[in-house]
C-alpha cells in the first residue's frame, strides 16, 4: 500500500493562496508524490518480487495513476488533475507507460499493467439521473484511449478474486441514500490473465450494467441483491439519492 497523501509528500496545491506557486513548479524533477524513503522502498519491493518469479503485484494506491483528460476547442490533448480526492466515479484502464511503448486501444497490447480505481462507498452524490451521469462522461472515454470503462452514478467497491492463472475484479453498486440498505447491483467484471498485463477482451464480456464501456454496450437490469435476505429483485434506482420503502 502506498501513501502519497500523507507520508513526506512535497508542497502541494491547497486550491487558494498557493495555487499560482503550485504551477510555477508543477513539472520540477525535484518534487516528489511519496517521498525519497517510500519511493525506495516501493521500487525494491517490485524488484524483489519480480526476481522471486511472483505471479501477481498488487498495488494499493490513492490516487489515479492512468492518464484523464479531454480534447481541447485547439485539439490538443489536455490533462485533468491527477490528484482529485472526491471519490465520485469508476476508472478502469489499462495501465499505459506513455510516450515509451505504443499502445493499441483494441487489443490492449502495449499495456504494462491494469487499473481499477474505484468510487468511495460513502461519498455524496450529484442527484441526476443515470442517463444525464453517462452522457456526461461518454466523451472521456472516447477521448482517453486508455480508459476502457468509466462510471459515475453509482457508488460502491471492488472484489479481487485471484488465482495462479487470472485476476477477476467484481464491481458492486450502490445507491448513495439518507439510511443504511442492503442493496448492492453487480455492475460489470473484468479479467485479467497471468502474465498479460491488460484487460482480457472483450472487456468486460461486452456489456455492463451502468457507466460507458469503450467497445461494448450497457444494459440496465437493475437486478439487484439483498445482501441481508440473499434474495434477488429489480429495485431501479432512478436517481442517486433515494429513500428506503418503508417494510
Known sequence: MLGPRNYNRSVTDLGAWNSEYIELIANDAGRSLMGSH???????????????????RII?????????????????FEYRGGDACNG????????????????????????VGVEFAGTGVASGGTNESIAWAEDNI??????????????????????L????????????????????NPWDLPLTSFTVTAGANKLNRPVAGGRVEAGVLKNGETRHANVTLSTETGDWGVIGFERQIITPPVV
Not at 60 to 76: F, H, K, M, P, T
Not at 88 to 111: K, M, N, P
Not at 149 to 159: A, D, K, L, S, T
Request: net charge negative; glycine share 8%.
Open 88 to 111: 465520485h466515479r469508476d476508472w478502469i484502464s489499462d495501465l499505459v507507460w506513455l510516450d515509451h511503448a505504443d499502445y493499441d486501444c483494441e487489443t490492449g497490447e502495449g499495456s
Open 38 to 56: 517510500q519511493e525506495n522502498w516501493f521500487y525494491r519491493s517490485l524488484s524483489e518480487s519480480r526476481d522471486r518469479g511472483a505471479v501477481w
Open 161 to 180: 478474486h485471484i488465482n495462479a492463472k487470472e485476476l477477476k475484479a467484481q464491481c458492486f453498486g450502490t445507491a448513495t441514500v439518507p439510511s443504511r
Open 60 to 76: 494499493g494506491n490513492q490516487l489515479v495513476l492512468s492518464r484523464i483528460g479531454s480534447i481541447g476547442e485547439d485539439g490538443a
Open 138 to 159: 461518454r466523451p472521456t472515454v472516447a477521448e482517453n484511449a486508455e480508459l476502457q470503462w468509466h462510471e459515475r452514478y453509482y457508488r460502491g467497491y471492488f472484489e
